[in-house]
């Protein structure tokens, strides 16, 4: 893989080309996703000229929590640095097994891997059963204790569930992350009573489905939020110019921190050098954006 640029080509118009007013950290780039393999480098490229300079690679299940330490370990260029989580999406759950948990183990023993997880609960689709689900979860939950390492949580309409687990292992996990959180008022405020952060996407910027988000980005504590794009997924629909393939990829990061920062009322800057400097906190990352240097 050639080595991130800077050099634009056409795939973003230039109305948007946003700059971040501080640097910023994605928390959740799903940049395995086959869609980026034929232009990963320009995606890089473009996300460090939007000053989006540190990328948490999702790992969602052995393949791509593996192609995300690869990735995370072929580019090493200073002002952009990567790294990956690595867990079982609850759509995966029913797979889980005695050697995948061995498997996971030793992917969070590498130092490019930051977390545990994406790993939960999602019980709008079932495609794994809710007790496959928690069995998983469970098990991961054990994985993220012994290894000292933060919880990276996917939960859609299984709120309750999620905080009933995650409390009875609040004491022995160090943090954990709602990840793309979308669920209503009571939820947020049962995920902040247990001391968790909280991931925000382009939901947000959705006008069909994001309002009720709008009304509650006031309710999370600053040093508790941080942001991040899922791409490709969540493409924010509020952008001012389209996008061809509709694909969504870190550059357009700024675009969501100033749709949080008008709902809080406060300026871009702020918010995005308190979310960078939570994520670096949270997943023990340097102060700046430095290589990962591998030893031979």
């Known amino acids: 893989m050639a080595e991130p640029t800077d050099t634009f080509d056409d795939f973003l118009p230039e109305a948007l080309r946003l700059r971040a007013a501080a640097p910023l950290v994605d928390i959740g780039a799903n940049l395995t996703h086959e869609s980026f393999a034929r232009d990963l480098s320009a995606v890089l490229g473009r996300a460090r000229a939007a000053n989006v300079t540190t990328l948490i690679l999702t790992g969602t299940d052995r393949e791509h929590a593996e192609q995300a330490v690869a ?42 891997v930051v977390a545990v997880g994406e790993c ?6 079932n495609f794994s059963t809710p007790a496959e689900q928690e069995r998983a979860f469970e098990a991961q939950l054990d994985l993220a204790a012994n290894s000292g390492k933060p919880l990276f949580v996917h939960e859609r309409d299984a709120g309750h569930r999620m905080r009933e687990m995650l409390h009875a292992w609040r004491d022995d996990i160090s943090d954990a992350v709602v990840h793309c959180f979308t669920a209503d008022r009571d939820t947020l405020f049962g995920y902040l009573d247990l001391d968790l952060h909280i991931g925000l996407t382009g939901w947000l910027c959705d006008e069909r489905r994001g309002h009720h988000l709008r009304e509650l980005v006031g309710e999370i504590p600053l040093d508790r939020l941080m942001v991040e794009t899922d791409c490709p997924y969540l493409l924010p629909r509020n952008l001012p110019a389209k996008l061809k393939g509709r694909r969504h990829e870190p550059a357009l990061l700024p675009w969501i921190v100033r749709e949080i920062a008008h709902w809080r009322g406060i300026a871009e800057e702020t918010l995005a050098s308190a979310t960078s400097d939570n994520a670096r906190a949270f997943f023990r990352l340097p102060a700046t954006p430095q290589p990962i240097h591998l030893e031979n």
């Open 71 to 112: 990735m995370a370990r072929q580019y090493t260029e200073a002002g952009l640095a990567l790294y990956a989580t690595a867990g079982v999406h609850p759509h995966d759950a029913s797979r889980w097994d005695a050697g995948l948990a061995s498997a996971m183990a030793d992917l969070h023993r590498q130092p490019e």
């Open 120 to 125: 939960g609960l999602d019980f709008n689709r």
